[in-house]
């Protein structure tokens, strides 16, 4: 499939990215690089608001050194964009044609509601979360938006952000009681004026930005959680409380030993949790949701997609885009796979037993089972594990990835057990016999395509006392399938104690 790669640079207030993404073919898309340089541009604007001479230099080289980046990649568009250190800098629009003659690179400055335009199209892209508040806590700058039905409704753009309340409120980093209490007065004064923010109890309130991955990493690190990622994690409020009661306690020198904390961000980890706490309490939201997906995801989806930057559905394009990477996978067969599940779920009525969700999760384990097969053939199952509870399938929680990988990559309860025992804490209790009962039923839909030649035109599957039958109809000779799911018949009964009885409808020519 064609392909073209684009680079995407965020200069914020506390560091400058680059993302490179590779667009694939219509749709699909993956990140295949990321840079990082830390240049503090909020805690180095001079007494009359103007960034120095030399920090603009400065800030040239990171982006000459991005350019060389972008080239050795092939990227074609580069989009550079600037948020708050440069919006608010008196002399920001010199600072931006400046860059542009050093670097060949146009700048576009970001309003406060561009910027938070683009992390809200970044997060909701990556989060199949109706309802809500989005808070991005940057460098220079904190946006607070509120979504409904998965549209923007209200946004506000506050100028205080970790780097410049660091420099104004606190002393080297270090927070004394009175430095929290000044923060938490100005933050509760400026939401006072947006009396909206506290108008919604009860919604989720989404996170993005540095603060907010760091206080994930913090907590995950503290109760050894399995999982390893940040995005769609929860915090909830005894989290907060709790972050917010112990990092303001430690020095600056001893928070550098804290696992989970970077060292250059040692030093604003506390203004920017006392910006998210208060605004958190302040809007008594039910919990905070960390996005691994932000502005700069936004800026490339309206940058690659100009006709569709927001979509339709996350869990479904994810897994679409997943699958589009791995095209040594038959999307006509993994597709009718997905059917002849349905087709097994329905007949099973499991719907009543295990919820409609369970359904979502089989389906979604259908489309990938098999692109373990991009790594290798041979035990292609547990490659298909390790790449679906490593990958980011966005609309999942945690719980239900691992669930997936493990519907997936089912060849028999013994080896589905071994795998779900490093995750045990975030699962539920029946969480082992629903994996192994969709799995199961899974690993006996892709038997009924063995030859990926799509024979069965339709089942039929109900219960008849001991047994599934499954009446099909054909549009070729089934052989293949017939024998295939004789083969994985076992397997089913012990797991379901049921016998897998194959007929030809009535109906069949």
Known sequence: MKSERVGIIDIGSNSVRLVVYERIGAEAFRVIDESKESVRLSARISGDGSIAPEDAERLARVLNEFRLLCRVHGVGPIRAV?????????????????????????????????????????MINSLDIADGFLIDIGGGSTEVSLFRSRTLVRTVSFPFGAVNTAKSLADGGDASKDGVKRIRDMVTSAAAVEPWIAQHPGLPLVGLGGTIRSLCKIDQKKKKYAFP????????????????????????????????LSDDRADIIVPGLIILHTLFLHMNARSCIVSGAGLRDGVFYETAFPGRPVRADVLGDSVSNLLSLHPAVSRPHVEHVRRLADRLFEGLALEAVYGRRSRELLRTAAMLYRIGVTVDFYRYNKHTFYLLANSRIDGLTHRESVLCA??????????????????????????????????????????????????????????????LRIEWRSRHDPAIELRETERVAGEFKKVWGLRVKMSPATSSK
């Open 82 to 122: 600037a948020t708050a250190a440069i919006r608010n800098a008196a002399n920001g629009r010199d600072v931006a044609a400046l860059l542009e003659k050093r670097t060949g690179l146009s700048v576009d400055i970001l309003s406060g509601e561009e910027e938070a335009r683009f992390g809200f199209v970044g």
């Open 229 to 260: 990622q940040t995005h769609r994690y929860e915090l909830s409020q005894a989290d907060l409380n709790g972050l917010a009661d112990w990092l303001p306690s430690l020095p600056v020198e001893q928070r550098k030993k804290v696992d989970g």
């Open 406 to 467: 493990l519907i997936a990559s089912y060849k028999s309860r013994s080896r589905t057990r071994s795998s779900f025992a490093p995750y045990k804490e975030l699962m539920e209790e029946a969480d082992l016999d629903l994996a192994c009962r969709l799995g199961s039923l899974l690993q006996l839909a892709v038997a009924l395509d063995r030859s990926e030649t799509q024979p069965l035109e339709d089942v039929r599957a109900r219960v008849d006392k001991a047994d």
